[in-house]
């Protein structure tokens, strides 16, 4: 009987009921996002400073720490506040925290650590409501509700017995299944396949790399996902860069749309791509800026740093912080809805070179990915810098690369990036991925 009840409350919206138990109220959450989505232009132009200028007030008299970064600070200006880091934010939480809240009456988790700087962090309950509010009403453009679709998810788990049995009965309770992904060989994946042709799955959700390394293996089997569960409406991919070619092998081998997720444990939702493939930013509950290396603005079209501000977290400031991550704002973008045109990546996944010369790891990236994946051989493959001229290209494949393909990977280095470069590669059985699963793509080793 018990059993039975758990199971149609969870039919229902047992999601939305268990946040609310925990004292998150999403009903309030839910409201005031319709309320901030019914403004017009003008007034949403009026929301956006007012709530900067709320936050900032808030911190500025209710936290000790934002006190202190700003107690210098003459200038009234939007643009002379601090940028935010996340070193700055590398102290004891109980140093950060505003007034009046505590360990017991917030929203507590700690970043991944992706960037090389991680740190517990804070939301007030109804800051953590409102991203769920805005999560579930981007899943709503294609027909998916976190409370009652089915998900397949592609994530990592903790391994340790209570890590690992807490994420478990997360799963039940937001009516997902996941697979495990620290091992991804063919064997792992034949069982996933088997699950795909048992559950009726309404979409997937995970890592990039995962599902990646999932649709090769369909295409090896010739299969086409939905063949097997026609139930499934579409793909959403987060955590790690999404290449135009990874999509269209993905949309192809699992027969459904690809989604663009850009999130942050500290922020919730960034940005979600929408029906017309448009990166569109949440500007409901954030204040996303593109700056220069001095703080300073850049016009839209631009790249540069992307720096957030939390327009209702009280409980802990982040305001004009410094992601991480590098980003171009579409010149078509307006104060309701900006768009993310370009996420390039990290801000120190960054490749140093003999000549003085500093890219995105990335572009080395793009050049080695044109030409190793032209026969689907190679699988996966990281990147890594050793030395200032030296880089290994670490790889996963069925066959090791010919003397001809590394010819050409190290041709193609020389024209993107400049001659003289040091190529090893290394073929590997198994990705060293990290304790969340997820697969860094570029890596550097320099000092």
């Given at each position: 009987?018990?059993?039975h009840?758990?199971?149609n409350?969870?039919?229902v ?8 138990l ?5 009903a309030?959450?839910k409201a ?7 403004l ?8 956006i ?9 808030f911190?500025k008299?209710s936290?000790p720490?934002?006190q202190k970064?700003?107690k210098e600070l003459?200038s009234k200006?939007w643009e002379d506040l ?8 590398q102290?004891?939480l ?11 009456n ?11 700087h991680?740190?517990i962090?804070?939301?007030d309950k109804?800051?953590?409501a409102l991203?769920?509010a805005?999560?579930q009403?981007r899943y ?5 509700d976190?409370?009652t679709?089915k998900q397949?998810?592609f994530?990592?788990?903790?391994l ?8 478990r009965l ?7 299944y996941?697979f495990?992904i620290?091992?991804?060989n ?7 396949l088997?699950k795909?042709q048992?559950?009726?799955f309404d979409?997937?959700?995970g890592?990039t ?5 999932f649709?090769?293996f369909?295409?090896?089997?010739n299969?086409?996902l939905?063949t097997?569960c026609p139930?499934?409406?579409?793909c959403?991919?987060?955590?790690e ?5 990874d999509r269209l092998?993905m949309?192809e081998q699992l027969?459904?749309?690809?989604i663009n ?10 940005a979600?791509?929408?029906k017309?493939?448009?990166?569109v930013?949440?500007s409901?509950?954030?204040f996303i800026?593109i ?8 016009l839209n ?7 957030v501000?939390s327009l209702?977290?009280?409980a802990?400031?982040f305001?004009?912080y410094?992601i ?5 704002l ?7 809805k900006?768009?993310?045109e370009k996420?390039?990546g990290r801000?120190n996944d ?7 010369k500093?890219?995105?790891g990335?572009?080395f990236?793009?050049v080695t990915?044109?030409v190793?994946?032209?026969d ?9 810098q ?7 290209i ?9 003397t ?8 193609a280095t020389?024209?993107?990036l400049e001659?003289g470069?040091?190529v090893i590669?290394?073929k590997?059985d198994r990705?060293d991925?990290?304790k969340?699963g997820?697969l860094?793509q ?6």
């Amino acid at each position: 009987m018990f059993v039975h009840w758990l199971t149609n409350i969870r039919l229902v919206n047992l999601f939305d009921w268990t946040l609310q138990l925990k004292g998150y109220d999403i009903a309030f959450a839910k409201a005031e996002l319709s309320r901030i989505r019914s403004l017009s232009e003008n007034q949403y132009l009026d929301y956006i400073e007012q709530k900067k200028s709320e936050i900032v007030s808030f911190h500025k008299t209710s936290n000790p720490f934002y006190q202190k970064k700003t107690k210098e600070l003459v200038s009234k200006a939007w643009e002379d506040l601090p940028v935010l880091t996340k070193t700055d934010l590398q102290q004891p939480l109980s140093d950060r925290l505003s007034q009046g809240y505590t360990r017991r009456n917030v929203y507590l988790n700690k970043t991944s650590g992706s960037s090389g700087h991680p740190f517990i962090f804070a939301k007030d309950k109804i800051t953590h409501a409102l991203s769920w509010a805005s999560f579930q009403e981007r899943y709503s453009w294609f027909h998916l509700d976190i409370n009652t679709s089915k998900q397949a998810r592609f994530y990592g788990i903790p391994l340790d017995p209570i890590g690992y049995q807490k994420e478990r009965l997360k799963d039940w309770l937001g009516n997902r299944y996941r697979f495990p992904i620290f091992n991804l060989n063919d064997t792992e994946l034949e069982k996933a396949l088997k699950k795909f042709q048992k559950t009726s799955f309404d979409y997937l959700n995970g890592y990039t790399s995962s599902i990646v390394l999932f649709a090769k293996f369909l295409q090896r089997k010739n299969i086409v996902l939905t063949t097997i569960c026609p139930s499934l409406k579409a793909c959403i991919v987060t955590s790690e860069m999404l290449f135009e070619s990874d999509r269209l092998l993905m949309e192809e081998q699992l027969g459904i749309p690809v989604i663009n997720e850009y999130g942050a444990s500290e922020l919730g939702l960034i940005a979600f791509q929408n029906k017309e493939g448009q990166f569109v930013v949440d500007s409901e509950l954030l204040f996303i800026e593109i700056l220069d290396k001095n703080n300073k603005p850049i016009l839209n079209g631009e790249s540069g740093r992307i720096v957030v501000t939390s327009l209702y977290n009280k409980a802990h400031p982040f305001i004009r912080y410094d992601i991480g991550d590098i980003g171009i704002l579409s010149s078509k973008s307006t104060s309701q809805k900006p768009i993310l045109e370009k996420l390039i990546g990290r801000t120190n996944d960054i490749a140093h070179l003999p000549s003085g010369k500093v890219v995105p790891g990335l572009t080395f990236y793009y050049v080695t990915k044109s030409v190793i994946e032209e026969d689907g051989n190679v699988q996966e493959f990281v990147i890594e810098q050793t030395l200032l001229n030296t880089f290994k290209i670490i790889y996963t494949s069925q066959r090791e690369l010919t003397t001809n393909e590394k010819e050409k990977i190290i041709k193609a280095t020389y024209t993107y990036l400049e001659d003289g470069l040091n190529v090893i590669f290394e073929k590997v059985d198994r990705m060293d991925r990290s304790k969340r699963g997820k697969l860094k793509q570029f890596i550097s080793k320099l000092e």
